[in-house]
């Protein structure tokens, strides 16, 4: 297929708003590919060379994609920093000096999507010295074959900004409609998404007609983290479950490991790989007497001199501070290792509870600083309630409550686990949302520049960011300072697609940064787009900022699914 065939059809995508209309787009695109294209154009869609979990990233430099369009198009380099500066988009003022370039001279052979993208693999694995140049020449002879729209997509791309708008979700759509052209097979495509984070891997799986309900977790394929619900006690929790088992809720970083023949990987909750930052958690991991496993954990620093626990936050602060070899030494880590989801071969995600559980404490029963996470098990919402007040006078967040019948349900909130937390202000969580735009200071803060955030949370099902409150405090003068920094870097002209907000900030931002914010309560707003039926949406009463949640990413914040559930359960 034509790189071109492919850009036309991202045009499409871009100037469509609704998302099934979208993924009939890339359904009718993904139909005339050949069967080796499809991985390779699944990772383009998804802005990417490859899933995000290998790290192969290809951000040229802007500096770099300039010269290549200027020895391209013909115009110098100021002329081309010129045209980009009245669009404020690269992609777009390639788009028009190339324009103007066609008319005067033939373009050379046309770009074939299997050239472009082997062309993109090549520029994300170069390095060192002198790679930016070779960079430059390999993106210049891209755009040389390339008609003007593609040369919009083909610089986006390489900045790594293609931003289409069609999410993961989106794509699986499509998959699914190229086939039948309805969504029949969304779910069955989205479990196996769920089991390797690999859309390509699946993608290609699914058009060779392979079964993907037999498709299973492999090491080294990260699997998309189970998440939690909430109920508000422990009566409605055993209600719920019945007998279940009733884990400590420990505050410190979510680490998935992979383990095979030795060979060790360590995935963040984000998914990305963190296996350098936690030797003494890799070296531990690889004497296991195994030959394969993937197991969960959170991990927290220990201090062995004062037999005190940190916090993530804490966790972070220190290994910023010690460094990594230093933070081992000092403040080593202890995994509380809370699921088993593969050993020797076998998929165990499948398997309930009860089962996994076993199997992870014979595992685990002699291996330091990998230790099974703390639990008690029983049916009575008293007993709950006093290991819970227990655990939170240790320090700790609360309780992990888990159905002993119930598999792994990868990707998924799910009744499967349900969490219950020591509260904060009146609201039973705090709640994880995107920043989209920011304030200038007014008054004392005007020295600043920065005076508050504006912030979102996710509606999944039509996967826009919603607006949920306007955040002023909680931020201490150098938070201000790195805020502004931080979000001038990713300021953007308009208000980004998939936003949907009443409220215009001093600027808009790409939503990228997500922050953890407690509150008083949810209530009723007409200001704000969560949950907006008619006039009236969902806002947080006095909103404060507690931190800065870097494991996670704008697809992974509160939805408005359970912001829904929050202001039902406060009515409680
Ligand atoms: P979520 O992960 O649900 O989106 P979150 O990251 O803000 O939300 P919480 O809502 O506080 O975290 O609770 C879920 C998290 O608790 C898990 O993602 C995991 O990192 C952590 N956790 C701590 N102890 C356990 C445990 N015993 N079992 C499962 N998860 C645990």
Same mark, same amino acid.
């Given at each position: 297929?034509?790189?071109?065939?492919?850009?036309?059809?991202?045009?499409?995508?871009e100037?469509?708003?609704?998302?099934?209309?979208m993924?009939?787009q890339?359904?009718?695109?993904?139909?005339?590919?050949?069967k080796?294209?499809?991985?390779?154009l699944?990772?383009?869609?998804?802005?990417?060379?490859?899933p995000?979990h290998?790290?192969?990233?290809?951000?040229?430099?802007?500096?770099?994609?300039?010269?290549?369009?200027?020895?391209?198009?013909?115009?110098?380099?100021?002329?081309?920093?010129a045209?980009?500066?009245?669009?404020?988009?690269?992609?777009?003022?390639a788009?028009n000096?190339?324009?103007?370039k066609?008319q005067?001279?033939?373009?050379?052979?046309?770009n #074939?999507?299997?050239?472009?993208?082997?062309?993109?693999?090549?520029?994300?694995?170069?390095?060192?010295?002198?790679?930016?140049?070779s960079?430059?020449?390999?993106?210049?002879? $891209? $755009?040389?074959?390339?008609?003007?729209?593609?040369?919009?997509?083909?610089?986006?791309?390489?900045?790594?900004?293609?931003?289409?708008?069609?999410?993961?979700?989106?794509?699986?759509?499509a998959?699914?409609?190229?086939?039948?052209?309805?969504?029949?097979?969304?779910?069955t495509?989205l479990?196996?998404?769920?089991?390797?984070?690999?859309?390509?891997?699946?993608?290609?799986?699914?058009?060779?007609g392979?079964?993907l309900?037999?498709?299973?977790t492999?090491?080294?394929?990260?699997?998309?983290?189970?998440?939690?619900?909430?109920?508000?006690?422990?009566e409605e929790?055993?209600n719920?479950?019945?007998?279940?088992a009733?884990?400590?809720?420990?505050?410190?970083?979510?680490?998935?490991?992979?383990?095979?023949?030795?060979?060790?990987?360590?995935y963040?909750?984000?998914?990305e790989?963190?296996?350098?930052?936690?030797?003494?958690?890799?070296?531990?991991a690889?004497?296991?007497?195994?030959?394969?496993?993937?197991?969960?954990?959170?991990?927290?620093a220990?201090?062995?001199?004062?037999?005190k626990?940190?916090?993530?936050?804490?966790?972070?602060?220190?290994?910023r501070?010690?460094?990594?070899?230093g933070m081992?030494?000092?403040?080593?880590?202890?995994?509380?290792?809370?699921?088993?989801m593969?050993?020797?071969?076998?998929?165990? #995600?499948?398997?309930?509870?009860?089962?996994?559980?076993?199997?992870?404490?014979?595992?685990?029963s002699?291996?330091?600083?990998?230790?099974?996470s703390? $639990?008690?098990? #029983?049916?009575?919402?008293?007993?709950?309630?006093?290991?819970?007040?227990?655990?939170?006078?240790?320090g $700790?967040?609360?309780?992990?409550?888990? &159905?002993?019948?119930?598999?792994?349900?990868?990707?998924?909130r799910?009744?499967?686990?349900?969490?219950?937390?020591?509260?904060?202000?009146?609201?039973?969580?705090?709640?994880?949302?995107?920043?989209?735009?920011?304030?200038?200071?007014?008054g004392?803060?005007?020295?600043?520049?920065?005076?508050?955030?504006l912030a979102?949370?996710?509606?999944?099902?039509?996967?826009?960011?919603?607006?949920?409150?306007?955040?002023?405090?909680g931020?201490?003068e150098?938070?201000m300072?790195?805020?502004?920094?931080?979000l &001038?870097?990713?300021?953007?002209?308009?208000?980004?697609k998939?936003?949907?907000?009443?409220?215009?900030? &001093?600027?808009?931002?790409?939503?990228?940064y997500?922050?953890?914010?407690?509150?008083?309560?949810?209530?009723?707003?007409?200001?704000?787009?969560a949950?907006?039926?008619?006039?009236?949406?969902?806002?947080?009463?006095?909103?404060?900022?507690?931190s800065?949640?870097?494991?996670?990413g704008?697809?992974?914040?509160t939805? #408005?699914?359970?912001?829904?559930e929050?202001?039902?359960?406060?009515?409680?």
């Amino acid at each position: 297929m034509l790189f071109s065939e492919v850009a036309e059809c991202f045009a499409k995508v871009e100037a469509t708003a609704s998302r099934l209309e979208m993924s009939a787009q890339a359904a009718e695109l993904l139909k005339k590919c050949e069967k080796e294209e499809v991985k390779p154009l699944i990772y383009i869609i998804e802005g990417n060379v490859a899933p995000s979990h290998e790290g192969l990233d290809i951000g040229i430099g802007e500096k770099f994609a300039i010269r290549a369009i200027s020895q391209t198009s013909g115009y110098t380099e100021k002329a081309v920093l010129a045209e980009y500066k009245k669009s404020g988009d690269l992609g777009s003022a390639a788009e028009n000096l190339l324009s103007k370039k066609s008319q005067m001279s033939l373009a050379s052979s046309p770009n #074939t999507l299997s050239k472009a993208y082997s062309s993109f693999v090549k520029i994300a694995q170069m390095s060192g010295a002198g790679s930016q140049e070779s960079k430059v020449s390999l993106l210049s002879e $891209l $755009l040389n074959g390339a008609k003007p729209v593609e040369a919009r997509y083909l610089i986006r791309f390489c900045l790594g900004k293609l931003r289409l708008g069609i999410g993961d979700p989106s794509i699986i759509d499509a998959l699914s409609m190229m086939k039948h052209d309805d969504k029949t097979d969304s779910q069955t495509i989205l479990r196996a998404f769920n089991l390797c984070s690999d859309l390509g891997e699946v993608a290609e799986y699914y058009i060779a007609g392979k079964d993907l309900s037999h498709f299973s977790t492999q090491p080294f394929k990260p699997i998309r983290p189970a998440l939690a619900e909430r109920l508000s006690n422990a009566e409605e929790i055993m209600n719920k479950l019945g007998k279940c088992a009733v884990e400590a809720k420990y505050d410190g970083l979510r680490m998935q490991v992979h383990v095979r023949e030795g060979r060790v990987d360590i995935y963040s909750r984000k998914l990305e790989k963190m296996t350098h930052m936690f030797p003494e958690i890799t070296q531990a991991a690889s004497k296991l007497k195994i030959k394969s496993a993937i197991f969960e954990g959170e991990a927290l620093a220990y201090n062995a001199k004062e037999k005190k626990y940190y916090s993530f936050q804490q966790t972070m602060q220190r290994k910023r501070k010690y460094g990594i070899e230093g933070m081992a030494k000092e403040f080593p880590l202890r995994l509380f290792v809370f699921d088993l989801m593969y050993l020797n071969g076998k998929d165990m #995600t499948l398997e309930k509870y009860s089962k996994r559980r076993k199997s992870l404490e014979k595992l685990f029963s002699k291996t330091e600083p990998l230790v099974p996470s703390e $639990l008690i098990y #029983t049916d009575n919402p008293k007993k709950l309630d006093i290991y819970f007040t227990d655990l939170i006078g240790q320090g $700790l967040e609360g309780i992990i409550a888990k &159905d002993l019948s119930q598999p792994y349900v990868a990707g998924a909130r799910k009744f499967a686990w349900i969490k219950l937390k020591k509260s904060y202000g009146a609201l039973a969580d705090t709640v994880d949302i995107v920043i989209i735009g920011y304030y200038l200071g007014k008054g004392q803060r005007q020295e600043f520049e920065f005076g508050g955030l504006l912030a979102a949370v996710l509606n999944d099902e039509t996967d826009e960011f919603e607006t949920i409150a306007k955040i002023g405090s909680g931020f201490s003068e150098d938070e201000m300072q790195s805020f502004e920094k931080m979000l &001038d870097e990713i300021k953007v002209k308009d208000k980004p697609k998939g936003v949907n907000s009443k409220l215009t900030p &001093d600027f808009w931002v790409k939503p990228k940064y997500v922050i953890t914010v407690a509150a008083d309560e949810i209530t009723l707003s007409p200001m704000h787009t969560a949950g907006m039926v008619g006039e009236t949406g969902y806002a947080l009463r006095f909103p404060r900022m507690m931190s800065l949640r870097d494991d996670k990413g704008p697809e992974d914040i509160t939805t #408005t699914k359970e912001i829904i559930e929050m202001f039902e359960m406060q009515k409680k």
